[in-house]
């Protein structure tokens, strides 16, 4: 019985990681996207996993990722900005800029 419970958490953990690296890979592609319509410079090419928990909502238990990225504005000065990831799909994005810029 113990080695079935190991082997479920085994797989349980490898199911994990590849979710993790999955919605990292899209929530990269959604801040380069975004950097580019607003143009901005998406500094380093990556995000970074902030906090990690669970969301419930009507359509069942999701896991939440809120992860951090920064990017650059004319190419001076570093700002960061945070993304929200419900799953796989795009919950919140924010700049931190005043609304004005990040709507043009």
């Given at each position: 019985?113990?080695?079935?419970?190991?082997?479920?958490?085994?797989?349980?953990?490898?199911?994990?990681?590849?979710?993790?690296?999955?919605?990292?890979?899209?929530?990269?592609?959604?801040?380069?996207?975004?950097?580019?319509q607003r143009?901005?410079?998406?500094?380093?090419?990556?995000?970074?996993?902030?906090?990690?928990?669970?969301?419930?909502?009507?359509?069942?238990?999701?896991?939440?990722?809120?992860?951090?990225?920064?990017?650059?504005?004319?190419?001076?000065?570093r700002r960061?900005?945070?993304?929200?990831?419900?799953?796989?799909?795009?919950?919140?994005?924010?700049?931190?800029?005043?609304?004005?810029?990040?709507?043009?």
């Amino acid at each position: 019985m113990s080695n079935l419970l190991a082997v479920f958490f085994l797989l349980l953990l490898g199911w994990f990681w590849l979710d993790t690296m999955r919605a990292r890979e899209i929530a990269t592609e959604i801040c380069k996207t975004a950097c580019r319509q607003r143009e901005l410079q998406f500094l380093d090419q990556t995000v970074a996993l902030r906090r990690l928990g669970l969301a419930w909502r009507s359509e069942g238990v999701r896991l939440r990722r809120v992860y951090r990225f920064d990017f650059s504005e004319e190419g001076v000065g570093r700002r960061s900005g945070y993304l929200v990831m419900r799953g796989m799909t795009l919950e919140d994005l924010s700049f931190g800029l005043p609304a004005q810029a990040q709507d043009a």
